[in-house]
């Protein structure tokens, strides 16, 4: 049997005997038993230590009883499974059948052994188990969360292809049951349970997890991921032969009634009985606050209007307060949320998601006014970029004018996230950019044509004997430099006096400065998005395409600069004679290219051979591609206008364009 690791010394034995008194202080801080076996939870929310700030937290407990104890693995097991999650994750197998026979023998070795397995570190990539002690496990907890998520489609596709009445009966001699009921066998067995699972800190990434099983939410995606688990959390991948794709993990699925009716229960279970004083603590608790998220999102989705009224509602048990007015106790919360980097990502889910009714009166009663002294704050400035999103034309026009005197600040401590984000509203919503574009200009020093160089910090000196990796290392460190690169993009999308700024800047650069601007890893997008932008005018165009002449060479074998050259093959679909002179001269480079990865790949994306030995048939396609035939998908070029169409669309054009290739 395994035995227990320990460090031995008197300073470890102290360090022991410490973490188990802070351990029975915090137990005795959050659980007080009291004589009738209930427990009680007490939470300092004002901070003075006053008893008025101290209130009973609602009945819940943690496991009933002694959590159980499954067994462990012999050494001789553990080496088994130890050596096949090494197999699994190598996936080194000759074909399917040899794969699908390993498995087997690996199921009929682990029948029996399930929940040892589960509770096992070294065999936790084998995942199972699915019970109220298992998700409370530092291991097991990753087991049930694999487990539910592997189990998901299973129950997409019952709905889909039922399972007929005479197949129900016995399979392989155990009793047939649907995936559907297993998921809420499983919910009945949390239940009661619930409010305690919120803040465990094992068992509330399992909770979520269930949550949006039942929701039919996605399953993959940014904006779940991140309420699923933690950026520190591991991820362990093994190779299956699971038909699917990512694509299936990111749309939104189709759940029987049973899952809409059990999600209601479990919202009304999770919150019943909890008061607004334990609500608001949850709210700035770190394990607590993206389980709330995750019930206030589904609450509002599911019925939003209605529960905005509900008193019993989980949003107004947070705040109670109607109307949401200075002076109540419901403003003093949303505002202690606004500064708190936990709190404030509820407060983004209460805004992103709340009534039309309800954000206009949250809008206008706190925030309206303020808009100038909240966005100076980093953490503020989140939660002002998820308001921007749901502003009318009038109220962002007035958040414009409060802005626009902070945006030198902002940019001086780099805060150009609301900067951006505000260009991208004021598109949607056709408001005047003059005064950002002269804002902006402030805070960059006042000089219109060498805006550019000082955003994106372009300095020639040094660099180019500079060690590669040292290189990209200083720039992944200079976080601003990114920023920059990324508000001057936004600037480039935006017609009128942003996108005349960035291309002015562009055109008075010298050809040296281009050429860095190219081989600069957050600079050369900037450069790419302004030559492929549609509504670039020609003269733009012409006067910087034909500076990169006697340079192509240079700039082709570079790793981040050969992707210049790619777009300069969207640049010049107006200017053929400019895309015939660079072909000639990559030619007379051709054995320079062929040498280096990123000179083949322009090679190829130029269609250079064709050119070497068919002229006349290349000289075809690209007068064909410069009349509007757009064949930069089929070269792997990146076209930023061409991603705003469907896939149905891009395979008509390119259809259309090989056919009139064969005509």
Known sequence: ?????????????????????????????????????????????????????????????????DIPFFGLLDEDEQAYFKRADTLLELNQFENPEERDLFL??????????E??????????????????????????????????????????????????????????GEVYVSMENLFLYTINELEGNLGYLMTDHFASHTLRVLLVVLSGRPLAGSATTSLLQSKKKEKIEIASGITGSELDMMATRTVPDSFGTALDKMISGTIAGLDTTYLRALATH????????????????????????DANSLFRKLLPDDPLVQGTTSAS???????????????????????????????????????????????????????????????????????????????????????????????????????????????????????????????????????????????????????????????LDTPGPLREMITESITSMTTEDLVLMAKNRTATHVLQRALTR????????????????????????????????DTLWIATESLFFIRERFAQELLEHESALKESFPGRAVWRNWMMDLYKRRRLEWISQAKSSANGVNDSESKGVVNYDATNKSGIELAREKYAANKAKRK
């Open 1 to 65: 049997m395994p035995k227990e690791q320990k460090k031995r010394g008197r300073r470890e034995e102290k360090k022991r005997r410490r973490e188990q008194v802070d351990d029975e202080g915090m137990t005795l801080a959050k659980r007080h038993k009291s004589e009738d076996g209930d427990d009680e939870i007490n939470f300092v929310i004002n901070g003075d230590g006053d008893d008025s700030s101290h209130r009973p937290a609602p009945n819940f407990d943690a496991y009933p009883g």
């Open 104 to 113: 087997t023998s690996v199921y009929r070795e682990a029948h029996g052994k």
């Open 115 to 172: 929940l040892k397995i589960a509770n096992s570190q070294a065999s936790n990539s084998k995942r199972f188990s699915n019970n109220l002690a298992g998700i409370q496990h530092r291991f097991a907890s990753h087991c049930c969360e694999a487990l539910f998520l592997r189990s998901t489609p299973i129950v997409t596709q019952e709905l889909i292809t039922p399972v007929e009445e005479q197949e129900q009966g016995t399979v392989n």
């Open 286 to 309: 770190p394990l607590g606050n993206p389980v709330l998220q995750l019930l206030l999102e589904l609450e509002f989705l599911k019925s939003g209007k209605q529960k905005a009224k």
């Open 333 to 491: 919360f949303v505002t202690s949320l606004l500064y708190d980097p936990v709190g404030s990502r509820l407060l983004e889910t209460i805004i992103q998601h709340a009534p039309g009714k309800v954000f206009k009166s949250l809008y206008r009663d706190l925030f309206r006014e303020k808009m100038g002294s909240l966005v100076k704050n980093e953490t503020a400035g989140f939660v002002l970029t998820k308001m921007l999103e749901r502003l009318s034309q009038e109220d962002l026009q007035h958040a414009v004018e409060q802005i626009c005197p902070q945006i030198p600040t902002l940019i001086e401590r780099f805060q150009t996230s609301i900067i951006k984000s505000m260009i991208g509203r004021c598109e949607v919503r056709q408001v005047r950019t003059d005064p950002i574009a002269n804002a902006i200009l402030r805070g960059y020093g006042g000089e219109r044509t060498g805006i550019l160089l000082k955003m994106l910090k372009l300095e020639a000196h040094g660099v180019d004997s500079m060690a590669p990796e040292r290189k990209k290392q200083l720039e992944a460190q200079d976080i601003g430099k990114t920023h920059a690169s990324l508000l001057a993009q936004a600037m």
């Open 534 to 565: 549609s509504g670039q005018t020609k003269l733009f165009l012409r006067q910087t395409v034909q500076r990169f002449q006697g340079h192509l060479s240079e700039l082709a074998v570079d790793p981040i600069a050969s992707h210049v050259v």
